[in-house]
């Protein structure tokens, strides 16, 4: 299919002739209906009711029409992005449940900021399902995570840092401050739902200690975990700036655990030809890595 015969059907339905297409677009009259022959064969329907004075379409060609007009909406407003560098249409953002609570805030903060009048659309997802969404060109840019920080043979990932976690406890648990994950078995957890990779690390980790991983209550959302845990819920697995930052950071305390460290991989992944949402990309990059490096041990000490 040709965008110039596209144009050529739509002007005749809008100017309801052949002649008058062809002044608008400054073409013949043979060469306007050459086209619209050409878009009929192409798409297999009869677009025209060349009986009719004025032209008009056919049932086929009214629904042909309209769809016609969507992609020549679309092809104009990626003409205009390409000449202003302005993006059309809004930047797409995913990011893992286990890291978005964390970034979202920030990265729209700091887009917004620089690119006053940027469309955005951000979502959620497990980090797997984010990479199939870049793939099918549904995303422009997503922030996952994996178990390993190893260069991936992949241009358009780029490892931006590691996000670690703490394990916290309410103050009346009674629990020595330092310990093995052996000394933890039988302590039920408020942790991610399944599929998180931290609760992956956690349950592996506690199976090799002969234990199996107890869930007091499975939620996304640091705010609601750390309310449970703070109440006596259970133990939490919590990234170290949320703690020093609750409401509950007074009954909170942090737990060491000796032979076990919850340290996740973060990933920026780019779709391919981002074109001007390529610097928001970059911005949005430079955020999340100032965010993990900002990472500072929690001021709750161990009592």
């Given at each position: 299919?040709n965008?110039?015969?596209v144009?050529?059907f739509v002007?005749?339905?809008d100017?309801?002739s052949?002649?008058?297409?062809?002044?608008?677009?400054?073409?013949?009259q043979p060469?306007?209906?050459?086209?619209v022959q050409?878009?009929?064969?192409?798409?297999?329907?009869?677009?025209?009711?060349?009986d009719?004075?004025p032209a008009?379409?056919?049932?086929?060609?009214?629904?042909?029409?309209?769809?016609?007009?969507?992609v020549l909406?679309?092809?104009?407003?990626?003409?205009?992005?390409?000449?202003s560098?302005?993006?059309?249409?809004?930047l797409?953002i995913?990011?893992?449940?286990?890291?978005?609570?964390?970034?979202?805030?920030?990265a729209?903060?700091?887009?917004?900021?620089?690119?006053?009048g940027?469309?955005?659309?951000?979502?959620?997802?497990?980090?797997?399902d984010?990479?199939?969404?870049?793939?099918?060109h549904?995303?422009?840019a997503a922030?996952?995570m994996?178990?390993?920080s190893r260069?991936?043979?992949d241009?358009?990932?780029?490892?931006l840092g590691?996000e670690r976690?703490?394990?916290v406890?309410?103050?009346d648990?009674?629990?020595?401050?330092r310990c093995k994950l052996?000394?933890?078995?039988?302590i039920?957890?408020?942790?991610?739902?399944d599929g998180?990779?931290?609760?992956?690390?956690?349950d592996?980790?506690?199976?090799?200690?002969?234990?199996?991983?107890e869930?007091a209550?499975?939620?996304?959302?640091?705010?609601?975990?750390?309310?449970l845990?703070?109440?006596?819920?259970?133990?939490g697995l919590?990234?170290e700036?949320f703690i020093?930052?609750s409401?509950?950071r007074?009954?909170?305390?942090?737990?060491?655990?000796d032979?076990?460290?919850?340290?996740l991989?973060v990933?920026?992944?780019?779709?391919p030809?981002?074109?001007?949402?390529a610097?928001?990309?970059?911005l949005?990059a430079e955020?999340?890595r100032?965010?993990?490096?900002?990472?500072?041990?929690?001021?709750l000490?161990?009592?």
């Amino acid at each position: 299919m040709n965008i110039d015969d596209v144009r050529a059907f739509v002007a005749v339905v809008d100017t309801g002739s052949v002649g008058r297409a062809a002044l608008k677009l400054n073409l013949t009259q043979p060469a306007i209906t050459r086209r619209v022959q050409r878009l009929e064969e192409s798409l297999g329907i009869t677009l025209l009711d060349r009986d009719s004075k004025p032209a008009r379409p056919t049932r086929a060609g009214e629904g042909a029409y309209a769809r016609c007009m969507a992609v020549l909406r679309a092809a104009d407003s990626l003409a205009r992005e390409a000449r202003s560098g302005t993006p059309a249409g809004p930047l797409r953002i995913g990011a893992s449940h286990g890291i978005a609570e964390s970034v979202f805030t920030p990265a729209l903060e700091a887009i917004r900021a620089r690119f006053p009048g940027i469309g955005l659309h951000l979502l959620t997802g497990y980090s797997s399902d984010l990479r199939k969404r870049i793939a099918d060109h549904a995303l422009d840019a997503a922030i996952a995570m994996s178990r390993t920080s190893r260069p991936i043979d992949d241009p358009g990932t780029e490892l931006l840092g590691n996000e670690r976690v703490a394990v916290v406890a309410s103050r009346d648990l009674k629990l020595p401050s330092r310990c093995k994950l052996a000394d933890l078995g039988g302590i039920p957890w408020v942790i991610n739902p399944d599929g998180c990779g931290f609760r992956h690390e956690l349950d592996r980790a506690l199976a090799a200690n002969g234990h199996a991983l107890e869930v007091a209550a499975e939620a996304w959302g640091m705010g609601l975990q750390i309310s449970l845990v703070a109440s006596g819920a259970g133990l939490g697995l919590v990234p170290e700036r949320f703690i020093a930052g609750s409401p509950q950071r007074d009954v909170l305390r942090v737990v060491t655990i000796d032979d076990f460290e919850a340290l996740l991989a973060v990933w920026l992944i780019r779709a391919p030809d981002l074109g001007a949402h390529a610097a928001a990309v970059d911005l949005l990059a430079e955020t999340v890595r100032n965010v993990l490096s900002d990472q500072k041990m929690s001021s709750l000490a161990p009592v």
